[in-house]
């Protein structure tokens, strides 16, 4: 069975930027959390899909966004980019509801220059 | 965020030792989960506790849910160099509320 699939894996980006990335949860996985990695904070929780409906959100400014589709594909925005928002972006799936059991992929590392 | 106090932060050990990192915190959890990462890529998850007590193994890795359910335990047994990484704990309060750890940064001399 596949694992949890990110794209892109590396991006650079420039202050005031917005973008895009992609997550493809493992097959049958109907649950999408997403998270910011950095050295500084560790994982912080950015926000949880579940049958295309935003179940939690964690303390992030508006300008992180996501969405997910119907076939359980996520993808997370972040509009008007700053510095500190370079980390790397991690995408992960479980069966149902909730974080238990979460298998992450391999992440985005963000970069803004 | 991290809200669980994982310890040691770092680890320097020699090929073949034993290794013990641990997680506590002041509130109780339902669920205790251990990941390894390596450089640039993402965390896999290593094992899952639901129970106060529960004591699991994965091949060389045990795991125990502490019995106050504030903390749980991870071993490494017979250490070898792809152990090299940096471990989490995740505590999970309810389905809503999921904490981590710093992680422990464990280098194996071979």
């Known amino acids: 069975k596949a694992g949890v699939t990110q794209t892109p894996r590396y991006l650079i980006k420039t202050r005031g930027q917005q973008v895009t990335l992609s997550c493809s949860p493992i097959s049958g996985h109907r649950s999408v959390s997403w998270y910011q990695q950095t050295p500084g904070q560790g994982l912080q929780f950015l926000f949880e899909y579940f049958s295309e409906t935003q179940r939690n959100k964690g303390n992030f400014p508006g300008r992180f966004s996501g969405r997910q589709f119907s076939n359980s594909r996520s993808e997370m925005n972040v509009s008007t980019l700053e510095l500190g928002d370079s980390a790397l972006y991690l995408c992960?799936?479980?069966?149902?509801?909730?974080?238990?059991?979460?298998?992450f992929g391999p992440g985005t590392r963000l970069t803004v220059t | 965020g991290q809200q669980l106090n994982q310890s040691p932060q770092s680890m320097f050990i020699q090929e073949g030792e034993d290794v013990s990192m641990n997680c506590t915190s002041s509130?109780?959890?339902?669920?205790w989960l251990w990941y390894k990462q390596d450089p640039g890529e993402g965390p896999v998850l290593l094992i899952a506790l639901y129970k106060a007590g529960e004591l699991t193994s994965n091949g060389r890795l045990t795991a125990q849910f502490g019995i106050t359910r504030k903390d749980s335990f991870l071993n490494i047994s017979a250490s070898i160099p792809s152990d090299v990484g940096i471990y989490f704990c995740?505590?999970?309060?309810?389905?809503?509320?999921?904490?981590f750890g710093a992680g422990t940064r464990l280098t194996v001399k071979p």
């Open positions: 995740a505590g999970l309060i309810n389905n809503n509320d999921m904490r």
């Open positions: 992960a799936s479980s069966w149902d509801r909730g974080r238990s059991e979460q298998y």
């Open positions: 509130s109780i959890f339902n669920t």
